[in-house]
C-alpha cells in the first residue's frame, strides 16, 4: 500500500501541479505584458463562469470518484454508474449552458469576447473524466496527458501573448487547453468500461447523493470565488488582480497537499467499504502531519520573503500585494487542513458534515467582504482577511466532526515538531543572506534552495514518518540509493 499511494501521490502531485502551473510558470511574463488591469479582467470573468461550472457538473466530481472507489473489483457495477454520472453531466451542461447564453446578453458589453470564449468550456466540462481514473487510483493517466497539454499552452502563452489587448486570446489558450487536455483521457476508457446506452442507465437514481455533495461545493463557491466577483464590482479590476495573483501563488503551493487529498479520499473510501477503521485512524495522523510538513515551512517562507518575492515574481507594480500574501500565507495550515479533512468526511460517507462545515464560513465571509469593502474600502486586503477568518471556521468545524478519528495532541505535537525544524531550517539562513550586499533575485533564490535543502536533511536525519511514508518511494523511484525509514 504504501508504494501504490505514494507513487499515485506522485502522479496526483503531477496532475495538480501542472493544472496550476500553466498560469504560474507565466506570472512573471503576463504580469508584466497584460498587466494588473487586464489580468484583472481575466480573473473576475473567470470567477463568474466558474458558478456555471458548479451547476453544470453538480456535484458530480467527488460522488463519482468515491463510488467509482468502491466499485473498483466490479467491471459491470462501475460502467452503469460511469453512464449514469456522465449522461446526467450532459443534460445539467446542457441546460446551465442555455442560462449562459442568456446571461452573456445581460452583461457588460466589454466582457462579451471572453464570455464567448468560455463557451468551449461547457464542452470541456462534459469530457472531463478524470473523476473515473482518480477513483481507479489510476493518476498516470491524468497527470501525463493532462501535463504534455498543458505544457504546450505554456509555451502558446510566451509566443502569441504581447499586449494588453491580448487577454482574449489568453482566455482562448486556457479554454483550449482544458478542453484538449479532457478530451486526451477519453481513450483510456476503451478497456476500463463497457458502453451503456441512455435507455438502459438510471440518470437520476444517484441525484440526492450527488446533490449533497454539490452544496458544499456552492458553499465552497461563496466564499473563494465570490470574493473576486465582489471585489470586482465593489473595488477595482487591479484590486482583483492583486488578490487573485496572490491566491495563485497560495494554490500553486496546496497543490501538494491537493494531490495527496486526491489520492487519499478514494483510498479511504476503498478500505472504509472494508471496514478498516484502524487502518483509517493511522492515515488521519499522518494527514495532519503531512499538512504540517508542508505549510508551516511554506508559510514563514512567504513572511520572511514575501518582500522579495512578490516584485520578483509579478513585477513591481504588484508591490501593493505584498501585505496580502503576508495574510493568506496562513492558508498553508488552515486550508491545507480543510482540504484534507474535508476528504476525510467524504470518503467516510459523511458529507452532511462536510456541507455544514463549508456553510458555517460562508455566511460571515459574505458579510466581512461587504464591512471591509463598503464600510472601510480596504480592496484586497480586506477580503483577504475575510478569507483567513471563513477558512479557519469551516475548518474548526471539521476538526469538530472528525473528533473520533483526530486527537488534539496529534495537532500540539505536530505543530510544534514541524514548527520547529521550519524555524531551524529557515530563519537563521534567511536573517544571514538578507543582510548580505547580494542583489533581491540571488537572495531569494538563495534562501529558496539553502533551506529546501537543510529541512529535507533534519525531516531524514529525525527518520520522520510522514516524509519518508509519502516522498521516501517516489525518492527512491528517482534515486535507488535512497533508504528512508526502512
Not at 508584466?32 to 489580468?39: E, K, Q, V
Request: charged share 10%.
Amino acid at each position: 500500500m504504501n508504494s501504490k499511494l505514494s507513487l499515485n501521490y506522485f502522479y496526483n502531485l503531477m496532475y495538480q501541479f501542472l493544472a496550476i502551473a500553466l498560469p504560474i510558470l507565466t506570472v512573471p511574463y503576463v504580469s508584466r505584458t497584460l498587466g494588473a488591469s487586464a489580468l484583472g479582467e481575466y480573473y473576475y470573468i473567470t470567477a463568474v463562469v466558474s458558478y456555471f461550472n458548479i451547476f453544470a457538473i453538480l456535484g458530480t466530481t467527488d460522488y463519482g470518484q468515491r463510488e467509482i472507489a468502491k466499485r473498483q473489483d466490479n467491471k459491470e457495477a462501475r460502467s452503469k454508474l460511469f453512464w449514469d454520472i456522465l449522461y446526467l453531466r450532459i443534460i445539467c451542461t446542457f441546460i446551465t449552458l442555455i442560462i449562459y447564453i442568456v446571461f452573456i446578453f445581460l452583461f457588460p458589453s466589454k466582457y462579451y469576447l471572453l464570455l464567448i470564449i468560455n463557451l468551449l468550456s461547457f464542452i470541456s466540462w462534459i469530457f472531463d473524466v478524470s473523476w473515473y481514473f482518480q477513483g481507479m487510483e489510476n493518476f498516470k493517466v491524468t497527470a501525463i496527458r493532462n501535463g504534455l497539454v498543458k505544457i504546450l499552452a505554456t509555451i502558446l502563452i510566451f509566443i502569441l501573448i504581447k499586449r494588453p489587448s491580448d487577454v482574449v486570446l489568453y482566455t482562448f489558450i486556457y479554454v483550449i487547453a482544458g478542453l484538449i487536455g479532457n478530451l486526451t483521457m477519453i481513450p483510456y476508457l476503451k478497456d476500463e468500461i463497457t458502453f451503456k446506452k441512455f435507455k438502459t442507465v438510471d440518470v437520476f437514481s444517484h441525484v440526492r447523493g450527488i446533490l449533497s455533495l454539490f452544496l458544499p461545493v456552492v458553499a465552497i463557491q461563496l466564499y473563494t470565488v465570490l470574493n473576486r466577483v465582489i471585489l470586482g464590482a465593489l473595488s477595482t479590476s487591479t484590486q482583483v488582480s492583486y488578490f487573485s495573483q496572490i491566491m495563485t501563488i497560495i494554490n500553486l503551493s496546496l497543490s501538494i497537499m491537493s494531490a495527496f487529498v486526491g489520492v487519499l479520499t478514494p483510498h479511504i473510501a476503498n478500505i472504509y467499504g472494508k471496514g478498516l477503521n484502524q487502518e483509517i485512524r493511522k492515515l488521519s495522523k499522518l494527514a495532519i502531519n503531512f499538512v504540517y510538513l508542508l505549510g508551516l515551512p511554506m508559510m514563514l517562507g512567504c513572511l520572511v520573503c514575501g518582500d522579495l518575492f512578490v516584485p520578483i515574481f509579478f513585477g513591481y507594480q504588484y508591490k501593493p500585494a505584498i501585505p496580502i500574501l503576508y495574510i493568506l500565507s496562513i492558508l498553508f495550515i488552515v486550508l491545507g487542513f480543510g482540504q484534507v479533512l474535508g476528504g476525510f468526511l467524504i470518503s467516510t460517507d459523511r458529507q452532511r458534515n462536510y456541507t455544514v462545515a463549508v456553510s458555517f464560513a460562508a455566511v460571515p465571509n459574505l458579510i466581512l467582504d461587504f464591512i471591509f469593502l463598503i464600510v472601510f474600502h480596504t480592496g484586497a486586503i480586506g477580503v483577504s482577511i475575510a478569507t483567513i477568518v471563513s477558512e479557519t471556521i469551516s475548518t474548526s468545524v471539521q476538526i469538530y466532526y472528525l473528533r473520533d478519528l483526530l486527537g488534539l495532541s496529534d495537532f500540539v505535537k505536530g505543530f510544534l515538531r514541524y514548527g520547529l525544524i521550519s524555524t531551524i531550517a529557515i530563519l537563521p539562513i534567511s536573517l544571514l543572506i538578507l543582510l548580505t550586499g547580494l542583489s533581491s533575485v540571488l537572495k531569494l533564490i538563495f534562501i529558496i534552495t539553502i533551506a529546501v535543502i537543510i529541512y529535507f536533511i533534519i525531516l531524514n536525519l529525525l527518520k520522520d514518518k510522514a516524509f519518508n511514508y509519502m516522498l521516501g518511494p517516489i525518492i527512491k523511484k528517482v534515486y535507488k540509493g535512497y533508504k528512508g525509514n526502512e
